[in-house]
C-alpha cells in the first residue's frame, strides 16, 4: 500500500479501498457500488472517485461511455490496496455475511458462495474487558479454563496483542502464575474479567517470541509424485519449490495449522497432507515445541 503525504479519514479510505478492489476485479465501477455500500448519495459517490483520481492516484482509471462505468487504466497501480485477490474475497465474504445490507449491491458473480466458518463464541464482556487492558497496558484479572485444566482458575494476565486466527481470537499476555508470556483463547474465559487500574510491567518489547521474526519454508509433501508436487506449488505460487512465510515466531504454530502442518506427526495420506515444513529446526522453539503445538489448541 503506498503511503500518501496527507492522513486519509477512515470513512474515505474504506470507500477508495472499495474503489480499487471493484475497478481491478470486476473491471467495471460505478457509483451504484459506493452508494449501496455506504448509504451515501450518488453526487457524494462521484465525488469520491474524482477525488481518488484527482489526489491520490491519476490516471488509474478512466471512464467508459460504452459500459457506462470506470475501467482501470493500462498502467492501473493500486495506491490503498495491495492489488491482491485476497482483498476481493475478503470483500465477496463480508458481502455474505451481510447479505440483507448488501442485498442491492452490484458484486460479485451471480451464483458466487463463501463457506461459512464456525467462529468460537466471545461474551461480550470478555471482549470489552481484555480490548481495554490490552489498549491502556493494564493488567488483567481473569478466570480460564483449558482442556488441560477444566476447572477454573484466577489468572492475573498482562496482554500485549490480540490475534485473530481465522475462526478464533486470543490475546497474547504475560501469565503472572506461569511467569511467561503465553496465548489465552478469549472463548476460554470464564466469568467477567476485569481490566484493572494496575499498569502492566511487562510489554510487546519484553515477549521474545513476539519480537523474533521467522521465515517458514512450506514444501509440497515430498511423498507425493514429482507431477502431483509441482500442481500443489503452481498452487501456492512457490518459487524453486517453496514457499516462504515470514511470521513471529510467537504465531508460527498457528500459521502452520491453518496449512494443516504439524510439527511431529504427518497425516498417513499424502494428497491429505498435501504440504509439509521443510525448515523446522530452523524455528528455535526448543524445549517449548510442545507449549507451541498446544497453544493451537488454545491450551494455555
Known sequence: MKKTDWPIRWDLLLRYR????????????????????????????SKDINTYLRELAPGNLVYDRHLKGYVPAAGFKP??????VSEYQDLLARQQSLSDTFSDLELGLPGNAVIPEPSRRIAPETMRAVVNATRYHRQLKA???????PEAADSLLEPHSLVCTGNSWHVRAW???????????????????????????????????????????????????EAQQQIIANDYGMEKGYLSIETRAALAPYVLSRL?????????????????????????????????????????
Not at 475497478?23 to 457500488?33: F, V
Not at 506427526?265 to 526448543?286: R, T, Y
Open 175 to 225: 501469565c503472572n502464575a506461569n511467569r511467561e508470556f503465553r496465548d489465552f483463547a478469549l472463548s476460554r474465559f470464564q466469568g467477567q474479567p476485569e481490566a484493572l487500574r494496575q499498569k502492566s510491567r511487562h510489554a510487546a518489547q519484553q515477549d521474545e517470541d513476539w519480537q523474533r521474526l521467522v521465515t517458514l519454508e512450506i514444501a509440497p509433501d515430498q511423498r507425493l509424485t
Open 18 to 45: 472499495l474503489i480499487e478492489i471493484i475497478a481491478l476485479w470486476e473491471g467495471r465501477l460505478t457509483t451504484n457500488h459506493i452508494c449501496h455500500s455506504f448509504g451515501i448519495g450518488r453526487q457524494q459517490a
Open 79 to 84: 495506491v490503498v490496496t495491495r492489488g491482491q
Open 143 to 149: 478466570s480460564y479454563v483449558s482442556l488441560s485444566r
Open 260 to 300: 494443516g502442518i504439524t510439527f511431529d506427526n504427518s497425516h498417513p495420506d499424502p494428497l491429505v497432507q498435501q504440504l509439509e515444513l521443510a525448515n523446522p529446526d530452523q524455528l528455535g522453539f526448543g524445549s517449548k515445541r510442545e507449549r507451541a503445538l498446544k497453544a493451537v489448541a488454545g491450551l494455555c
